[in-house]
Structures are given as structure tokens and as C-alpha cells.
């Protein structure tokens, strides 16, 4: 069983940072591309950035591509996402997401192609 659990939220100033951390367990990490969502309330969960196996392909939101970097460790069976720039409207609980995919390149943008979910960590951006 796949267990993906996040760390790392909490409560910054706008224009601050913030690094999520996502540690996978029960797997063999380097076989599933991942990824980051958020929800805010009221709101549907909404892709943030997702990474393939290896690192060599990346995705990003709009509303972040520039301020969030995702980022993998295999070795440590783990996830990142460092934040910067914050904006109030970053304010959400983040998810880590896992998919099973072997080596292979593509990224995935939708919640709806992942297999495994974490139980989220809050962000709260005060303006």
C-alpha cells in the first residue's frame, strides 16, 4: 500500500516562501511520476506542478510557473514543492499525488490520472 504523506505548510506573510516536502512510502518511488494540487475552499482541487520519474519533465499552473519549483529526490522517496512569492490567493490545502508510470516521460495535469493521494497540508497566505 502507497502511502504519500505531506509536511511542510503553515502560515507566511505574503511575498514569503514556503518548501513542501511529500514522503512516499510502500513503493517503489522512482516507478511513479507526481504531483501537487490545491483546494481552497469552496473551490475544486486544481493543479499545481507535476514531475516525471527521473526529473527530466516538468509541468507547472499558470498562476504559478515562474514563483513554484517542483522537485524530486529518489533517493529519499521524496517530493517538493519550494514556493516563492507567495500570494494570498496561494492560500489552500496542498496535496501530493502519486501515479504508477514506470520510466516513462509524461507528466499528468489532472486529478482524475492519479492513483494515490496524501491527506494534505495547509497553507495560509496572509496579505
Known amino acids: 500500500q502507497v502511502q504519500l504523506v505531506e509536511s511542510g505548510g503553515g502560515l507566511v506573510q505574503a511575498g514569503g516562501s514556503l518548501r513542501l516536502s511529500c514522503a512516499v512510502s510502500?513503493?517503489?518511488?522512482?516507478?511513479?511520476?507526481m504531483g501537487w494540487f490545491r483546494q481552497a475552499p469552496g473551490k475544486e482541487r486544481e493543479f499545481v506542478a507535476a514531475?516525471?520519474?527521473?526529473?527530466?519533465?516538468?509541468a507547472y499552473a499558470d498562476s504559478v510557473k515562474g514563483r513554484f519549483t517542483i522537485s524530486r529526490d529518489n533517493a529519499k522517496n521524496t517530493v517538493y514543492l519550494q514556493m516563492n512569492s507567495l500570494k494570498s490567493g496561494d492560500t489552500a490545502v496542498y496535496y501530493c499525488?502519486?501515479?504508477?508510470?514506470?520510466?516513462?516521460?509524461?507528466?499528468?495535469?489532472?486529478?482524475?490520472?492519479?492513483?494515490?493521494w496524501g491527506q494534505g497540508t495547509q497553507v495560509t497566505v496572509s496579505s
Open positions: 499525488a502519486a501515479v504508477l508510470t514506470g520510466y516513462s516521460r509524461p507528466v499528468y495535469r489532472r486529478v482524475n490520472e492519479y492513483d494515490y
Open positions: 510502500g513503493g517503489t518511488f522512482s516507478n511513479y511520476a
Open positions: 514531475i516525471n520519474w527521473n526529473s527530466d519533465n516538468k
